[in-house]
């Protein structure tokens, strides 16, 4: 039986491995908006260093005010992140930063004709708050799963700040220009090896005042709800994950005339988890974003790299 299971295992990585190959070729760095394993509780005082790579092909231009047409892009982003393990009132909570950095091209039509632009530069950082309030208390000492109940439920407040390169003459940026406040609800539970996963989101956006070409810009909330199913792998600290998300709304108002961008946008995510020495990780992701209405329409992958130490 247990020759069998390492058969089946061997067969699932290396198929796992295949399909990242045959889509590398045509897949956008938006894999951690689905950010599976959010509410697993870690013990107090343990920091992680990431640093990420991703590659996307496709509509990434996340603004649909933008009057341009057949939009298509080629989107290298580099991501830096600090994430710290706090005790938050007794129970488990998390503290991080992200900082992107990005360079690619986009192409489209604008007023019937042809553009062609490039950028890079850093985008908007993000900083968070995340917390459990319901079977994670927190804990010191190694990592210990019988610290966390079956059932776990928990909530973070992400701020996008608006850092990040902008220029207000320019139609296509890497920055936002905007204060943007990203909440969200989730509960986790386990059953064996698997985990099933579910959160909603609300992202209410701040308004920019220097929008392109000196007007106001405003953009009613977006909603979103995602969903998760985790399996664990051997060795210890390997998973696998499969993810769908699906966003509505943030229809935008340009001085005061609403614009007709309602969001309308599906994402489904693939995750895979290898680790390596201690404290050592590297994370594969793999997502495609389909609209029905307006948002983005890209396909990306992702490669990341953790370092972890503390929490003992």
Do not use: C
Request: glycine share 12%; aromatic share 14%; net charge positive.
């Amino acid at each position: 039986m247990k020759k069998t299971n390492k058969i089946l295992y061997g067969f699932l990585r290396l198929a796992i491995i295949f399909v990242f190959l045959i889509t590398l070729s045509h897949s956008l760095l938006r894999a951690q908006e689905l950010e599976p394993r959010s509410l697993t509780n870690v013990p107090v005082g343990l920091n992680f260093l990431i640093g990420g790579y991703g590659y996307g092909n496709g509509n990434t231009l996340l603004d649909p005010t933008l009057p341009l047409e057949d939009l298509t892009s080629d989107l290298h982003t580099f991501i830096f992140s600090y994430v710290r393990a706090i005790d938050f009132f007794g129970m488990s909570g998390k503290l991080d930063v992200m900082v992107p950095w990005a360079a690619g091209n986009w192409d489209g039509i604008y007023e019937g004709e042809q553009r062609d632009v490039k950028r890079d530069g850093f985008g908007d950082p993000r900083f968070r708050l995340s917390f459990n309030f319901l079977g994670a208390p927190s804990y010191s000492g190694p990592f210990d799963p019988s610290k966390t109940s079956k059932t776990v439920a928990g909530a973070s407040l992400q701020i996008i700040t608006p850092f990040g390169e902008n220029f207000p003459d320019k139609l296509i940026n890497l920055g936002s220009n905007r204060w943007t406040f990203r909440s969200q609800l989730g509960v986790a539970h386990t059953i064996g090896n698997w985990i099933l996963e579910g959160y909603g989101g609300l992202w209410i956006f701040m308004p920019n005042n220097n929008f392109w070409g000196g007007r106001r810009l405003e953009q009613r909330p977006l909603f979103t709800l995602k969903l998760h199913l985790i399996y664990s792998l051997p060795p210890q600290g390997s998973w696998i994950a499969i993810g769908a998300g699906y966003g509505v709304g943030g229809r935008s108002v340009i001085d005061g005339i609403e614009r007709d961008t309602h969001i309308s946008t599906l994402r489904l995510g693939l995750v895979y988890t290898i680790p390596l020495a201690r404290g050592h990780m590297i994370k594969l992701g793999l997502t495609s974003g389909r609209r029905f209405e307006k948002g983005p329409d890209f396909d990306a992958i992702v490669l990341s790299y953790q370092y972890f130490w503390g929490g003992n």
